[in-house]
């Protein structure tokens, strides 16, 4: 399909696409996905073509091809557009023919179950932090949280987590500085949460609690790659309240469950 998509752009010029104008359009069609993954909600193609930076009659195109690919799908009579039923078959072939994220899914199922809080599988998008997936808590204090929306990493547990292997430098470098303001205006110091990642990394775990929202307290174990890379975190969401004890036994269990997923020691 992508052939087929840069080809249409490139005769908008009346000649087949050079190197350079292919790749603008593969940019552009990812540029797009990733407009609409943000947005979170059907967009009309001109506010798409605004938000991308892209010619009006190009952007048509690449929707017109996306649609006709069943990647994107009409939303209502008046020109949205949105995610269509081929982004889920994908989305399904990944989780059903991933042997190592079916035992991820596995296991927050059944963390949810015997816990009853919430469970979440964490990672990063660019400089980013994103709930990848998520069991919300069936309990009377419901904590939930919106998959794949991107988080400022110092507000999170899994973030501390995820840099572990940056230094102070690479980190100041990493994280944009408005990310440390958390929601209500509070101010995060930098060299506190140089602090925080440097103990995570050591002690092989995260908490924090009161940051994103001053109800949670969050706790994340990492899922270590086969190399020992820590690319996702699992993640328990409790209330704030939750006593000691409590805590205690939900970690030792949640660092448990994140070994046995785990692809290499740490």
């Given at each position: 399909m992508s052939d087929g998509t840069n080809d249409a752009i490139g005769k908008e010029a009346g000649a087949e696409p050079r190197n350079g104008e292919r790749r603008r359009g593969?940019?552009?069609?990812?540029?797009?996905?990733?407009?609409?993954?943000?947005?979170?909600?059907?967009?009309?193609?001109?506010?798409?073509?605004?938000?991308?930076?892209?010619?009006?009659s190009t952007t048509y195109e690449i929707v017109n091809s996306l649609l006709d690919a069943e990647m994107l799908e009409n939303v209502g009579g008046e020109g949205y557009v949105y995610f269509g039923r081929a982004m889920h078959l994908f989305g399904w072939a990944y989780s059903h023919h991933n042997a190592h994220y079916r035992r991820i899914i596995e296991t927050l199922d059944k963390l949810a179950a015997e816990t009853g809080e919430t469970v979440q599988l964490c990672?990063?998008?660019?400089?980013?932090?994103?709930?990848?997936?998520?069991?919300?808590?069936?309990?009377?204090?419901?904590?939930?949280?919106?998959?794949?929306?991107e988080v400022?990493?110092?507000?999170?547990?899994?973030?501390?987590?995820?840099?572990?292997?940056?230094?102070?430098?690479?980190?100041?470098?990493?994280?944009?500085?408005?990310?440390?303001?958390?929601?209500d205006g509070r101010i995060i110091a930098p060299a506190e949460f140089f602090a925080d990642v440097a103990l995570a990394?050591?002690?092989?775990?995260?908490?924090?609690?009161?940051?994103?929202?001053?109800?949670?307290?969050?706790?994340?174990?990492?899922?270590?790659?086969?190399?020992?890379?820590?690319?996702?975190?699992?993640?328990?969401?409790?209330?704030v309240d939750t006593p000691e004890p409590r805590r205690d036994e939900l970690l030792a269990l949640l660092r448990e469950r994140a070994r046995g997923l785990s692809l290499a020691g740490g």
């Open positions: 593969i940019d552009r069609v990812i540029m797009l996905l990733e407009a609409l993954l943000r947005h979170r909600a059907p967009m009309r193609v001109g506010d798409i073509a605004k938000m991308i930076g892209a010619p009006r990672g990063l998008r660019g400089n980013k932090y994103v709930v990848l997936d998520c069991r919300d808590s069936p309990g009377p204090f419901r904590i939930s949280s919106d998959v794949g929306v400022p990493i110092p507000w999170t547990a899994s973030g501390r987590l995820l840099l572990g292997h940056m230094n102070e430098q690479e980190l100041r470098d990493f994280i944009p500085s408005g990310d440390y303001r958390l929601p990394h050591r002690q092989g775990f995260s908490e924090t609690t009161a940051l994103a929202d001053r109800f949670t307290w969050c706790m994340a174990a990492p899922i270590r790659d086969g190399h020992g890379a820590i690319k996702r975190t699992l993640c328990l969401v409790l209330p």
